[in-house]
């Protein structure tokens, strides 16, 4: 068969060219795919990618062979699954691989806006220590709201617990039993907005979770609350976020993920197309988060541990070997 891998790095190309598919035809690209980097139809039968690859329905009639999509990731809002489900285009992920390293770089993201390090180290550079303005806040006795209770929030409310935090959590699905062996506690949305100190998005994004904080709600938030989401930039409305600095709403986010991300990623993009309005105006509120001092972002590498990435590709192979024997496994179904 022919297998296509995008997004790949150098050592991923390295362990791909061991002979590990012997017998098919691989096509290895550093590139992310959309319909945009082939211009002309790929004969691919299998395609490997990673979340900057928008295999969205355009995309996908540049690949009229495909039989087997294989993310390298756990989400898969970058593929247009109900298109794969009408031409019968399997897709599998990676379930589970890092719920440890997302978890931790989580608290990296709360500690740094607690203790204001961003500032610090910004400050110690210009030789200047205003120790008031740097003075940050114990997380001991603090309530964490946690917004997705599933892999990667349980590891994040264990950590909790070792900083001696309170814990109250949202999910629509509740697990009772680990709730009283972990020491938290259910809430709904609202009031998880309203008591916790420090909210933290770890829910999937789908239609369903679009814009889960937004501006309906960002006024029921514990004034001076930090929000921090290293799950998907479409869970949070930029313009509420915004706003909800701007007045004080929130002292303080830590993202990893914005919702247009990839337009910050390549803005090229830009150039090379006019951009919807609503997609200029995310780009433009993603500009202004980024001057601010009381914001930290990341770019999309809370799963980024050496560990974890070799986890990812191992659980990858292991897909792509179940397919090719006839036994797919991790499949995702359509929305």
């Known amino acids: 068969m022919k297998i296509a891998f995008f997004e790949l790095e150098d050592w991923e190309q390295a362990e791909l060219k061991t002979g590990l598919f012997e017998g098919h035809e691989l096509h290895l690209s550093t590139e992310a795919f959309s319909e945009r980097t082939l211009p002309e139809e790929h004969d691919a039968e299998i395609v490997s990618v990673f979340v900057h690859s928008a295999l969205n329905r355009a995309a996908l009639d540049k690949l009229p062979n495909l039989k087997f999509i294989a993310t390298r990731s756990t989400g898969f809002d970058h593929i247009d699954l109900e298109c794969c489900r009408e031409r019968g285009i399997l897709v599998s992920n990676v379930p589970s691989y890092g719920e440890n390293t ?27 220590i205003p120790f008031a303005e740097l003075r940050g806040f114990d997380l001991a006795g603090k309530t ?4 997705g209770a599933g892999r990667i929030g349980l590891h994040v409310i264990k950590i909790a617990k070792g900083f001696g935090m309170h814990v109250v959590a949202f999910d629509v699905r509740q697990e009772p039993l680990l709730a009283e062996v972990l020491n938290f506690r259910y809430a709904t949305l609202d009031e998880l907005l309203r008591v916790a100190d420090i909210v933290t998005l770890h829910c999937p994004y789908s239609p369903k979770t679009h814009h889960l904080i937004n501006p309906e709600n960002i006024h029921g938030l514990k004034r001076g609350a930090l929000l921090i989401n290293t799950a998907r930039g479409g869970l949070i409305d930029p313009a509420a976020l ?28 830009i150039l ?3 951009l919807a309005q609503d997609k200029l105006r995310t780009l433009l509120l993603n500009h202004s988060l980024l001057n601010r001092d009381n914001v930290v972002i990341t770019p999309h590498i809370a799963f980024n541990s050496r560990e974890a990435v070799q986890r990812i590709l191992e659980t990858t192979f292991e897909n792509l070997r179940a397919f090719l024997a006839g036994r797919p496994r991790n499949l995702v179904a359509a929305r």
């Open 102 to 128: 997302v978890a931790e770089h989580t608290f990296a993201l709360i500690l740094a806006l607690s203790r204001n390090i961003h500032k610090a180290f910004v400050h110690t550079l210009a030789r200047d």
């Open 144 to 147: 964490l709201g946690v917004v």
């Open 242 to 269: 915004t706003q909800a600095l701007d007045e004080g709403i929130l002292a303080g986010a830590a993202l990893d993920v914005l919702e247009g991300e990839e337009l910050l990623k390549d803005e090229r993009q």
């Open 272 to 274: 090379a197309q006019p």
